[in-house]
Nanobody, 117 residues
């Protein structure tokens, strides 16, 4: 079993920055991929950014050039550096982890990010 603990959400003005972090704990697992998703009120959950074990990253078009995902493999922790935040970035952000085979998926509890205009 894997537990994910997120931190770093909050309220920020447009143009500001926040950094989210997510630490995975448990035993007997290896990480295939980690990532961040978000869900705004009335909208579906969407991928924000992901990072594979080899370091390959993927970003939603809406955050390219503003958000950066990285991982500290030794600490089983991932980070999402969010710069130049916009009101449309307001959402609950969820940490996601996928193990290696059999590719189980785990989710964090979510952290609120609110960007005021």
């Amino acid at each position: 079993q894997v537990q994910l603990v997120e931190s770093g959400g909050g309220l920020v003005q447009a143009g500001g920055s926040l950094t989210l972090s997510c630490t995975a704990s448990g035993s007997g697992f290896s990480i295939n991929a980690m990532g961040w998703y978000r869900q705004a009120p009335g909208k579906q959950r969407e991928l924000v950014a992901s990072i594979l074990s080899g370091g390959i990253t993927n970003y939603a078009d809406s955050v390219k050039g503003r958000f950066t995902i990285n991982r500290d493999n030794a600490k089983n922790t991932q980070y999402l550096q969010m710069n130049n935040l916009k009101p449309e970035d307001t959402a609950v952000y969820y940490c996601h982890l996928q193990t290696t085979w059999p590719f189980h998926n785990y989710w964090g509890q979510g952290t609120q990010v609110t960007v005021s205009s």
